[in-house]
């Protein structure tokens, strides 16, 4: 039997193409093109060529286990596969978040022989963006205190300052500090906290611009309190989204690396989809439809959490249509959503599998109810049984429900040419369409989104949300569409909830207005912005040589 290798070893292993040659591939001018050394750059977007956009495939998943089902990995290599079968595609992913790196998850490069490279320098501080991300953040937040502590002009009350300081590192420590102590020099004292930057307002606000100009206004629109009259107070009042904006000038031009495969990709911005609105940038996908005929994109997690925010917070700013999608499923998540047990996933269970794919099923009408009609990539993994994948092929079957089954782990591009026939056969001209119309107000687009697609019969406020809605709707911001903060692992806001639960009560804690990035924020359950590290974190195994040279980055 070969040994089995990791994903950084299989990255480290391949002779990686001159980053000009990829982008020359792509039809990158040369004047548009910024390297980061031999195999990374990021594109100009002012010297982007007009031309008719690409078709665009929206790729998802079902409710996940713990360790993730491969999404990234069955995109990548799906558009290696439409490259081998002569069309013109290329990548557009999202960023990969250090706190899942250093966590549990893994990063957001792919796996095995489908995966986009340089991994190690993607996974890790790439081309600087989201530190740029921090720094920019982390400086209004430094404004903020030091006009209260210089006289506050504006009359910020410190006890409603809303804003927070970030990081990227899952650090639970951080959830709730004390600043400001030391005495009077020192600044005021106040209660505040940390959000991972990933979930970070900046962060969403870079993926929802379309240029510099557009990110500089959005910065300044930005509510970072309120004053002790109640009235809201902006970045723009403060005069900080100049020196915002000059921190993320670079960072507002999206990265371009590439597949394995040898496929162009953009890889740009890197929200949550639990907490934050989890797509790449509107920038990158924009720029991605420019050079290439068929564009893959993903959001994170399931239909219920990133192709809902999608479609109705992203595709609505952007204007994009979805031409298709693609559903990933794995057995082990089939199963999972049956109940069944971490250590047993594993373990051949063909009626655990008729069980939970229910899961599935319930993922696939919340993709329809956009207007598209989903296919279902299964991903296959080296313990799956026979009569487990007859089991979902049969449910695919029943259900008229196009299905292909994608290999790319060990395999990349070849793997996944069944699939990319199949989605080519399902291409559409767009008709996608949001599931809501902010105009009619926050409360009525979170119970739709509560009864249509996560099928609950109630949405139930605390008290602490009531007194946010009524300060939405007081300052005008509760007609902003709605990003819900959800736990992944349920169509509930109970992860133990799994399956196709309906009938429950959606519990929302608190609403947050997001008016930089144009949305607000639907806290539900215990969801965190500020995640913690698990027992044994993956930190704890990565390491590097004398030589430089990376190992246990998965």
């Known amino acids: 039997m070969s040994e089995i290798k990791s994903d950084v070893a299989i990255a480290q292993a391949h002779t990686l193409e001159p980053i000009v040659d990829i982008a020359r591939r792509a039809g990158v001018a040369d004047d548009a093109l910024v390297p980061y050394g031999s195999y990374m750059a990021k594109v100009d977007i002012t010297r982007v060529p007009e031309r008719e956009p690409g078709k665009l495939v929206l790729v998802t998943g079902v409710s996940p286990t713990p360790a993730g089902e491969g999404k990234s990995t069955v995109l990548i290599g799906l558009t290696d596969a439409l490259t081998r079968l002569g069309h013109n595609a290329m990548v557009a992913l999202r960023e990969p978040s250090l706190g899942p790196v250093m966590g549990i998850k893994g990063g957001a490069a792919g796996g095995g022989y489908s995966q986009v490279v340089p991994m190690e320098n993607i996974n890790l501080h790439f081309t600087g963006d989201f530190h740029a991300i921090t720094s920019a953040n982390n400086t209004l937040a430094a404004l903020i205190d030091n006009h209260i502590h210089q006289g506050n002009e504006l009359g910020i009350d410190p006890r409603r300052v809303t804003w927070q300081r970030c990081l990227d590192v899952n650090d639970r420590s951080l959830r709730n500090v004390v600043t400001g102590l030391g005495g009077p020099t020192s600044g005021v004292p106040a209660e505040t906290g940390f959000t991972i930057t990933a979930a970070s307002e900046i962060m969403a606000i870079l993926g929802l611009a379309t240029d510099l100009e557009d990110l500089k206004r959005r910065l300044g629109n930005i509510t970072v309190g309120f004053t002790y009259g109640g009235e809201p107070v902006t970045a723009r009042q403060l005069q900080a989204e100049g020196a915002m904006a000059a921190l993320l000038k670079d960072a507002v031009n999206p990265n371009l690396v590439q597949t394995l495969g040898g496929t162009p990709a953009f890889i740009h911005g890197g929200p949550f989809a639990n907490i934050a609105h989890g797509c790449n940038t509107l920038i990158a996908t924009r720029t991605a439809l420019r050079y290439a005929d068929i564009v893959l994109t993903e959001a994170g997690f399931g239909s219920d959490l990133g192709a809902e925010k999608f479609f109705d917070i992203k595709a609505r700013y952007g204007d994009l249509d979805v031409a298709g999608a693609v559903v990933v499923v794995t057995v082990r998540s089939i199963k999972h959503n049956a109940g069944v047990a971490k250590d047993q996933l594993q373990e051949g269970n063909a009626d655990a599998v008729r069980e939970g794919i229910v899961n599935l099923a319930r993922h696939v009408e919340n993709v329809r109810k956009f207007g598209v009609t989903p296919v279902v990539a299964l991903n296959r993994f080296a313990t799956d049984t026979e009569e487990e994948l007859a089991a979902v092929r049969q449910w695919a079957a029943d259900n008229g429900v196009a299905m292909a089954e994608a290999d790319v782990w060990a395999r990349g591009g070849e793997g996944a040419e069944g699939l990319a026939r199949v989605l080519l056969e399902n291409l559409t001209?767009?008709?996608?369409?949001?599931?809501?119309?902010?105009?009619?107000?926050?409360?009525?687009?979170?119970?739709?989104?509560?009864?249509?697609?996560?099928?609950?019969?109630?949405?139930?406020?605390?008290?602490?949300?009531?007194?946010?809605?009524?300060?939405?709707?007081?300052?005008?911001?509760?007609?902003?569409?709605?990003?819900?903060?959800?736990?992944?692992?349920?169509?509930?806001?109970?992860?133990?909830?799994?399956?196709?639960?309906?009938?429950?009560?959606?519990?929302v804690r608190n609403l947050l207005p997001r008016t930089g990035a144009g949305f607000v924020v639907a806290l539900t359950g215990d969801v965190m912005t500020m995640p913690g590290l698990p027992k044994v974190p993956a930190a704890a195994k990565i390491d590097v040589d004398a030589d430089g040279k990376i190992s246990g980055l998965f």
């Open 429 to 507: 001209e767009g008709a996608s369409k949001p599931l809501y119309d902010p105009a009619e107000g926050i409360e009525a687009s979170i119970a739709t989104i509560a009864r249509e697609v996560y099928r609950a019969a109630d949405v139930q406020y605390s008290p602490a949300a009531l007194k946010d809605l009524e300060m939405l709707q007081r300052n005008g911001y509760d007609t902003l569409p709605v990003c819900v903060s959800k736990t992944q692992y349920s169509f509930s806001d109970d992860p133990s909830l799994l399956g196709a639960p309906q009938g429950h009560t959606l519990h």
